[in-house]
């Protein structure tokens, strides 16, 4: 086999279906972008849970003279019920369960209330009486909140109980609805890249018909006729696949890494090592693809 004439012949190709190639690497690079971002928002998920369910705490939220009726009937938490409610979270029951906890007043509440929405302009209305004294608890096993919300709903002089897991899975399920998305649109694009990748190797083939013709009647093995299409389809899409590597390593390195970890320090988020860990996924996707729908075109073509 002569790599001479296979690799002249792919040049030739390319030159000859540049508008076709250059719509090629774009549909991959833009699918395989999304493929990345898609894979690393799932890594990104996995981090974060890891990191906020370990610290994930049950709230314990006190009656206070704001809050309703049909909750608090008996009005504010005295100091009976809160010496109650700290006997029952030492004692033998629940004890195994909980790591650690503390109580918040209302003064405490209303400073870290103002930390929070510091540039909110509520923070102006909003005074110490109107919040919940409140007890944090740790567990141990973030999984068994459910005991403590069990052990105090119901309980005089308690509002409510809230497993701050609750409000995570919310964040989580938003964020897995939106990496679906990211997938599901990047399944569409590479169905486009494969369907575009057989159109422009039947192309060629069609403007090479007769060379195809001379080489088989002088012998040449299929194989041999095929390779130069098939060459042609992956060297559009590896092109197009490092393009979206690196669009993945660029996300990373200067929005995740640059922007949101300067941003919010206590977050753990997905690293450039993660990031450069996906590119060889990222360009094995776009040239297996891009392989298997050349060697598919090229094969209908040359039996038609």
Not at 52 to 58: F, G, L, T
Not at 193 to 209: D, Y
């Amino acid at each position: 086999m002569k790599l001479g004439y296979v690799f002249g012949e792919v040049g030739q190709g390319l030159k000859r279906n540049l508008s076709m190639v250059v719509s090629i690497v774009l549909v991959t690079f833009l699918s395989l972008s999304f493929v990345g971002t898609a894979a690393l928002l799932q890594l990104q998920i996995g981090q974060m849970k890891n990191y906020w369910y370990d610290r994930a705490q049950v709230a314990v939220y006190l009656c206070s003279e704001f809050s309703p009726a049909e909750a608090c009937p008996q009005g504010a938490a005295s100091a009976d019920v809160k010496s109650s409610i700290e006997a029952k979270l030492q004692d033998s029951t629940l004890s195994p369960y909980v790591d650690k906890f503390y109580f918040q007043d209302q003064d405490q509440a209303l400073k870290q209330f103002q930390e929070e929405f510091k540039d909110n302009t509520i923070t102006n209305y909003v005074t110490a009486d109107q919040l919940n004294e409140t007890f944090w608890v740790k567990l141990k096993n973030p999984t068994d909140g459910a005991i403590i919300t069990q052990s105090f709903t119901g309980v005089a002089g308690v509002e409510e109980v809230r497993d701050q897991r609750s409000y995570l899975d919310q964040i989580f399920s938003i964020l897995n609805a939106a990496s679906l998305a990211a997938v599901g649109i990047a399944s569409v694009m590479l169905f486009s890249a494969i369907l575009l990748i057989s159109t422009t190797i039947r192309q060629s083939a069609f403007s090479r018909r007769r060379e195809i013709g001379i080489m088989r009647l002088v012998g040449a093995s299929n194989f041999y006729i095929q390779l130069p299409f098939i060459i042609e389809g992956v060297v559009a899409a590896a092109i197009g696949s490092i393009l979206a590597g690196g669009t993945v390593v660029a996300i990373v390195q200067f929005f995740v890494q640059g922007y949101l970890a300067q941003s919010l320090p206590f977050t753990n988020f997905v690293s450039l090592g993660t990031a450069l860990s996906l590119v060889p996924i990222i360009f094995g996707i776009g040239v297996a693809l891009a392989a298997i729908a050349s060697i598919v075109s090229i094969k209908r073509y040359l039996r038609a």
